[in-house]
Structure formats: C-alpha cells, structure tokens
T-cell receptor, first 111, second 114 residues
Framework: QKEVEQDPGPLSVPEGAIVSLNCTYS??????FMWYRQYSRKGPELLMY????GNKEDGRFTAQVDKSSKYISLFIRDSQPSDSATYLC???????????FGSGTKLNVKP | EAGVTQFPSHSVIEKGQTVTLRCDPI?????LYWYRRVMGKEIKFLLH????????ESGMPNNRFLAERTGGTYSTLKVQPAELEDSGVYFC????????????FGEGSRLTVL
C-alpha cells in the first residue's frame, strides 16, 4: 500500500470554477502536510503548508486537513488558466527527514 | 537570490555508463535532499543531508548510487553503472535547518538510460 494516494486526474475545469484536490494517507504519524504546484519541466514549488487538523487559507487557496480520516484537501477558488499545473500533496513526520509525495493531480483550467 | 540549480538538465547515457548529477542548493540552506520521479510514479525520497552529514539515506535504491556533499555546500549524485530502470527525473531540494516543510526544488535533472 502506498503511503500517500492521490488521484492523477487529469482534471479539466472552466475558468472561475472551484477546484477540489484530495489526498489520503495511511501513516497516522504524519504531522505536516504540504501542497506543491509543479509546472511542466519545472521543479515543484510550495503552495501551502499546514500542521495538524483544520483549515488554512491563503488568497484563493484553502488547505484542509482531517487527521481522523487521514484526508487532506486543497481548494482553489475562482480558478485561472495560470493555475493549470500538476498539484502534489506531500507529508512529513515531525523531523522533516523525509517527505512522502502523492503522484500528483494534473489540472487544466480552460479560458 | 539564486534558487536551487541542477546540472545537467538532461543526460542521455547507455546502460553500464556512469553519470554524475550536481546540485547547488540555496546559499545558507543546511538541508539538502535528493528525490527521484520515474515515469508515471510519485516523487520518491532518496536521501537527506544536513550540512555534510547524511541524515537519512534509506531511499537510495542500491549501492550503484552514491551521494556526496563535501563541505556542506553543493552535492553530487553518481550512478555507476547505470541501468535502464534508473531513468527518470532527479530532483534536488534544499531548506533552512529549521525550515520545516518549505522545500525549495531545482528544476530537476532528466536521466535517460538507453
């Protein structure tokens, strides 16, 4: 069983739509949860970083963590064509020695 | 401030040859990580340096892979001899010692083994 499961998509939405991206995980010891965005032929860049359960908002982006269900989500409001990219969830134990990534969801926002 | 730089951006070699990938982290970042993504799979951890010390190398596939970080600055990842299954994109990432989950990634080195 993979440590982190993520639907690879692709997910295609019209501009302005609300996008929901999700990951599930199996290791209850994960404490830190990240969302990275990766454009084609580039390295991943950090979007959101949360610790423990709850919500965190940053502009059009909201990250949600439900540790009891081992489920994390990223919501994108008012999606833009520039949001078209692959979104990767990542998780870590308390010591940040190692990060576990989902396989990534490819998002396409159509103008 | 310069980001994480990786060299080469793409390398094509034949099975049995040797390749060395280089990573220059952001200046002042003590944490340096190597990750790899093979076709269709998730990005997987290879190893983690804190300064020049290997903190965790549990992700290294086998002894054909050797990573070094002399002087705690740049790092190299050598694959010798390369096998077909080593093909993929090798990412380097760095962070501050207490940077938590904020990894800064390079653009990756794409390795193709024929």
């Amino acid at each position: 069983q993979k440590e982190v499961e993520q639907d690879p998509g692709p997910l295609s939405v019209p501009e302005g739509a609300i996008v929901s991206l999700n990951c599930t995980y199996s290791n209850s010891a994960f404490q830190y949860f990240m969302w990275y965005r990766q454009y084609s032929r580039k390295g991943p860049e950090l979007l959101m970083y949360t610790y423990s359960s709850g919500n965190k908002e940053d502009g059009r982006f909201t990250a949600q963590v439900d540790k009891s269900s081992k489920y994390i989500s990223l919501f994108i409001r008012d999606s833009q064509p520039s949001d078209s990219a692959t979104y990767l969830c990542a998780m870590s134990l308390y010591n940040f020695n190692k990060f576990y990534f989902g396989s990534g969801t490819k998002l396409n926002v159509k103008p | 401030e310069a980001g994480v730089t990786q060299f080469p951006s793409h390398s094509v070699i034949e099975k049995g040859q040797t390749v060395t990938l280089r990573c220059d982290p952001i200046s002042g970042h003590d944490n340096l990580y190597w990750y790899r993504r093979v076709m269709g799979k998730e990005i997987k951890f290879l190893l983690h340096f804190v300064k020049e010390s290997k903190q965790d190398e549990s992700g290294m596939p086998n002894n054909r892979f050797l990573a070094e970080r002399t002087g705690g600055t740049y790092s190299t990842l050598k694959v010798q001899p390369a096998e077909l299954e080593d093909s993929g994109v090798y990412f380097c990432a760095s962070s501050h010692l207490l940077g938590g989950g904020e990894l800064f990634f390079g653009e990756g080195s794409r390795l193709t083994v024929l």
